[in-house]
């Protein structure tokens, strides 16, 4: 019999949660990002959700946040025509980059000097943070609002994203090198350096395909619209979510639907797993975070693994390892996820 999901939930936010990014492994663990249409971004401890501080200064929806490879810094990208870069540390706003429209997507390269941007007016911008003055250089030939861009080949190209279209460009040159385009609206993209895999998604395809050539690699079909999707670091399995409420994961090899539960009370808006590939992250609708056990039952962060007792009969069941707060509408998710062991679902509120 198969364990079920026990998840931790981070509540906080009073509207929906519209994009989340892990950092890299630092030496005090690794961090967590939310982006909110409360315009009050969240920074969490990635591995147990505990809330650490919230990014006061936009005055609109926020749509896009990153954090740096070591969690120093953080990026913002919002409907108040603004991204804005912060101290991670301390929560201090470093600078504000005005736009001419609403900002969806922001970026650090890897030695977090150069912070790319995309948005509703359809360019690409990238600033030099050693030099907030000086004006950023453009790309243009986006055709509609980008919705995401991301630095990928060792920070050597870009990608990014707008309703129907991929484009791939150098970074010397501020060239396209290839495009992909789709028929129908793309939700998402990830890019995962190690193998240089991009992970798109749009209606209920979640493709990968190449992120030097933009060559398809393979894709699945999912039994919903998915609105995001994201790749093990081992790659192993890929979770996606999207507009049934449900979490999906599959085999990344066999593509076999390996387990679906309903996750949210909303449609969820972005997944993406840890840095250490032990958790993913889920946002929704429904104004909460979501942290799930990659490997359901093994004693990690706030989850520990409780044996059965010799000669009891008992099957080992997750718990969580302080007092537990449980709500009646969760419930509703342990009715509905599988071959549940216990009535009802016991949850964390981070």
């Known amino acids: 019999m198969a364990m079920r999901q026990t998840p931790l939930t981070c509540s906080g936010h009073t509207r929906p949660v519209v994009d989340l990014a892990f950092s890299g492994i630092t030496p005090y663990g690794y961090f967590l990002i939310s982006a909110c249409k409360d315009g009050k971004p969240m920074l969490r401890q990635g591995d147990t959700g505990d809330w650490i501080g919230t990014f006061l200064g936009h005055k609109g929806a926020v749509w896009g946040a990153t954090l740096n490879k070591d969690a120093t810094k953080a990026a913002t990208a919002a409907a108040d025509f603004t991204a804005k870069v912060w101290d991670a540390v301390s929560g201090d706003e470093l600078m504000t980059l005005a736009h001419k429209h609403i900002v969806k997507t922001v970026d650090f390269t890897q030695d977090s000097n150069y912070l790319l941007t995309g948005g509703q007016d359809k360019l690409l911008r990238i600033y030099d943070l050693n030099k907030p003055e000086a004006e950023p250089k453009e790309i243009s030939g986006h055709t509609s609002g980008i919705k995401k861009a991301l630095w990928c080949s060792e920070d050597k190209q870009i990608l990014s994203a707008d309703d129907k279209t991929v484009r791939l460009w150098d970074h010397a040159t501020m060239t396209e090198v290839k495009s992909l385009n789709f028929n129908m609206s793309v939700s998402s993209m990830e890019y995962i350096p190690e193998g240089e895999i991009l992970v798109?998604?749009?209606?209920?395809?979640?493709?990968?395909?190449?992120?030097?050539?933009?060559?398809?690699?393979?894709?699945?079909?999912?039994?919903?619209?998915?609105?995001s999707a994201s790749l093990h670091p081992e790659k192993e399995f890929l979770v996606a979510?999207?507009?049934?409420?449900?979490?999906?994961?599959?085999?990344?090899?066999?593509?076999?639907?390996?387990?679906?539960?309903?996750?949210?009370?909303?449609?969820?808006?972005?997944?993406?797993?840890?840095?250490?590939?032990?958790?993913y992250a889920s946002g929704s609708e429904d104004g909460t975070l979501r942290l799930w056990q990659t490997v359901v039952g093994k004693t990690y962060g706030l989850w520990k693994c409780v044996l059965p007792e010799e000669d009891s009969g008992?099957?080992?069941?997750?718990?969580?390892?302080?007092?537990?707060?449980?709500?009646?509408?969760?419930?509703?998710?342990?009715?509905?996820?599988?071959?549940?062991?216990?009535?009802?679902?016991?949850?964390?509120?981070?």
């Open 200 to 227: 798109i998604t749009y209606g209920r395809s979640i493709a990968f395909h190449s992120a030097v050539s933009l060559d398809p690699i393979k894709s699945f079909e999912a039994p919903a619209t998915i609105n």
């Open 241 to 279: 979510g999207g507009e049934d409420f449900k979490l999906y994961k599959y085999d990344y090899n066999s593509g076999e639907e390996l387990e679906s539960y309903k996750g949210h009370f909303g449609p969820i808006h972005c997944v993406r797993f840890s840095p250490d590939g032990e958790l």
């Open 314 to 350: 008992e099957l080992a069941k997750p718990k969580i390892s302080f007092p537990e707060t449980t709500e009646e509408e969760l419930e509703e998710i342990a009715s509905e996820n599988s071959d549940s062991i216990y009535s009802s679902t016991p949850e964390v509120k981070a």
